[in-house]
C-alpha cells in the first residue's frame, strides 16, 4: 500500500469516526448505506476487477446472503452476526455452484448468464419455496444485532459496525491483491492464456474468485438484513447488480480505493440532488456511455503492479513506455 | 387436446415476437460481435411510438384499419430505424476496437438512457393502447383462435420471410453475410464494413420497433421498462437458435414462445418469466453453439 493511499485511508476513517457529531440521523443512514455498497462494491471487484469475470448478477448473492441471515434469525432465533459467516458460506456455496458450469464462458455470455440467476433468484424468492421466503412481503421481525452485549439498534451505532466491516474489508482484500492468489487472478485477467501456460489454474481460480465475491456479497447481505429487520425481493432487483457493476466500473475496476470513491459516488450524487430523483438513471446511463470513451479505466484506476527494487522497475518503465494495465495506451 | 393446440398456437404467435426482436440481436452480434443491450429498449420505443402515432393521427379512421396500420407500422419502423442508427452512432461507433467490456457498459448505458428517458417523457404508468383490431375469433378444427393472434404470426412470419430472402438474394445482403463471417476479408473485397454496420444497426431495430408495435396492440398494455424482459427473452432466443444465425433466431423465438406458453399453461403460471432464464442457462450449458449456431465458449 502506498504512502498516499494509507493517509487517504486514515483520513477517511478519522472522518467517518467523527461524522456522528456533524450529521444527523439522515445522513447518518446514507452513510451507512454507502457502507453497505462499498461492501458489495469490493465484494463484486473481486469477481469484476480482480478475477476478470462479468457478473452482472451481484445481487443474487446479496440476497442469498441476506435471506439466509434473516431465515435463521426468525426460525432458529440465531443472532444476526453469528448467522454473518454462515450467509457468507452460504451465498459462496451458491455461487460456486451457480459458476462451475458456466465459468469457462465468454465474458458477454456470462454476464447474460449471471442476469439470468439474478432474475431466478428473485422469481424464487417471490413464489416462497416451502414457505421460506414470504414471498412477495418477504420476511420481516429480524433480530437487531448486538455485539459484546451492546444491543445496535441507532444509525450512529450502525455506523460503527458497518463502517468497521468495511476497514476489515478493505484490510483483508489489499493483503488477497498482493497474495499468490490476487497475483494469479491479475495475470489471469491479463492474458489467460499465458497465465495458463504458466500453469495456474485458471477454471479453478477463477471459480474461486468467483466464491469468494458472492461470499463477501453474502455477508453484506446479512448486514443488511439486520439493518433493515425487514427484507423483501424487491430489494434485490437487477437494477441492484446494475447498480454495484456501475460503482466498480466508474470507479476504477480492480482498484480498491477506486471501487470504495464509485460506490461513494453513486450513492451520495442521487442524495445531493434529490430534485432531480426521478433523472438520476438517465444520467447514470449517459454516463456510463460518456465514462466508456473518455476514461475507461475509471476515475482511480489501478496502476501497475510495483516492484521493490528501484532499478528493475525504472528499467521496465524506459523499456515499455505503456501506460501498463489500466489499458490506457 | 384442444387445450394444448391452443396454447401450441398462442405460443407461437409470441414466440415470433421473440423471433423478430432475436433478429435485431443475432444480426448485430453477427457483424460486431457485440450484444446490443439497448436492443429490447428500441423495442419499446417501438411500441411507444405507435402509441403516440396512433392516438395523434387517427391513420386508421382516415384510411381504413388495414392500410391504416401498415402505414402507421412504415412510421414506426422508420422511426426506430433512426434511432437505431443515432445509437450506433452514439454509443457504439466510438467504442470499434476497445476491450469488450468498455461496449459492454456502454451498450447497457444507453439502455438505461434510453428507458429512463422514455419514463421522463411518459410518466412510470402502464400505458394502454386503444382497441384497433378486431376482436373476433375464428374456428379452425374446433379451435377458438382470436385473428389478432394470426394477425400478429402472419406479419412477424412475412417480415422475417422478406429479411430472409433480402439476406440471402441480393448484392446487400450478400455482403452483410461477408462482413459477419469476416470483417477483414469483407473489407478486402471491397465491401464497406462501416455501412454493413449501420444497415444491421437500421434493420434491427426497425424489426424490434416492429415487434414493439405488434406487443402493443396484441396485449393493449406496455410499460416503459417491458423492453428488458423481452429484450432477455429474445436474446435467449438468438442463443437458443445460434447466435448471429438469421434462420436459427427465427426457429429459437418460436420455439422459445412455445416452450414459455406451454410450461405457463401446464407448470406454473407463476414461474412463466423464469422459464426463459431456465433455457437460457441450460442452453449455455450444454450447447453453448445453440441450435445453429457458432461456438461461444473459450478454451481457456
Known sequence: MSRRLAIGYGVAAALLAASPLALDAYWLDVLNNVALYVLLALSLNVILGDAGLFNMGQAAFYA?????????????????????????????????????????LRGDYLLIVTIGVGEIVRIVLVNDPWGLTGGANGIFGIARPSLFGLRIRRPQEFLYLLWGFVALTVFLFHRLEQSRFGRALVFLR??????????????????????????????????????MTIISPESFSFWE??????????????????????????????ELFRGLASARLLVFGLLMMVMMVVRPQGILPVRARRFRERRAAAAAAAATPAGGPGGRA | MQQLLEQLVNGLAVGSIYALIALGYTMV????????????????????????????????????????????????????????????????????????????????????????ALMLIYGARYQVYPDVLPQTAVEVLGLHIPVVRLAVLGVSVAMMALLFLFVQKTRVGTAVRAAAIDQDAARLMGIDVEKVVLLVFVIGPALGG?????????????????????????????????????????????????????????????????IAFFVLILVLIVRPSGLLGERVAEKV
Open chain 2, 210 to 274: 416492429a415487434a414493439g408495435l405488434l406487443v402493443g396492440l396484441y396485449y393493449g398494455q406496455i410499460s416503459f421498462t417491458m423492453g428488458w424482459v423481452y429484450g432477455m427473452k429474445a436474446f435467449t432466443a438468438a442463443i437458443l437458435g445460434g447466435i448471429g444465425n438469421i434462420p436459427g433466431a427465427m426457429v429459437g423465438g418460436l420455439l422459445l414462445g412455445v416452450v414459455e406458453a406451454l410450461g405457463s399453461a401446464y407448470l406454473s403460471h407463476s414461474w412463466k418469466d423464469g
Open chain 1, 190 to 227: 491479463e492474458d489467460a492464456v499465458a497465465a495458463e501456460g504458466s500453469g495456474i489454474a485458471t477454471a479453478r481460480y477463477r471459480l474461486y474468485a468467483f466464491a469468494l465475491g458472492a461470499g463477501w456479497a453474502g455477508m453484506a447481505g446479512a448486514l443488511y438484513a439486520a439493518k
Open chain 1, 241 to 270: 447488480s446494475v447498480l454495484v457493476f456501475l460503482m466498480v466500473i466508474l470507479g476504477g475496476s480492480g482498484s480498491i480505493p477506486g471501487v470504495i470513491v464509485g460506490a461513494a459516488l453513486v450513492v451520495v450524487l442521487p
Open chain 2, 29 to 116: 452480434y453477427g457483424v460486431l460481435r457485440l450484444i446490443n443491450f439497448a436492443h429490447g429498449d428500441l423495442f419499446t420505443y417501438g411500441a411507444y411510438l405507435g402509441l403516440t402515432l396512433l392516438g395523434s393521427f387517427a391513420l386508421q379512421d382516415r384510411l381504413g384499419p388495414v392500410a391504416g396500420l401498415a402505414v402507421l407500422a412504415v412510421m414506426v419502423m422508420g422511426l426506430v430505424a433512426l434511432l437505431g442508427a443515432l445509437l450506433e452512432r452514439a454509443a457504439y461507433r466510438p467504442l470499434r476496437g476497445s476491450p469488450r467490456l468498455s461496449a459492454v457498459v456502454s451498450a447497457l448505458g444507453a439502455s438505461i438512457f434510453l428507458q429512463n
Open chain 1, 64 to 104: 442469498v446472503g441476506a435471506y439466509t441471515a434473516a431465515i435463521l434469525s426468525t426460525r432458529l432465533q440465531l443472532p444476526v452476526l453469528w448467522a454473518l459467516p454462515v450467509a457468507g458460506l452460504v451465498a459462496a456455496v451458491f455461487a460456486a455452484l451457480v459458476a462451475r458450469p458456466v465459468v469457462h
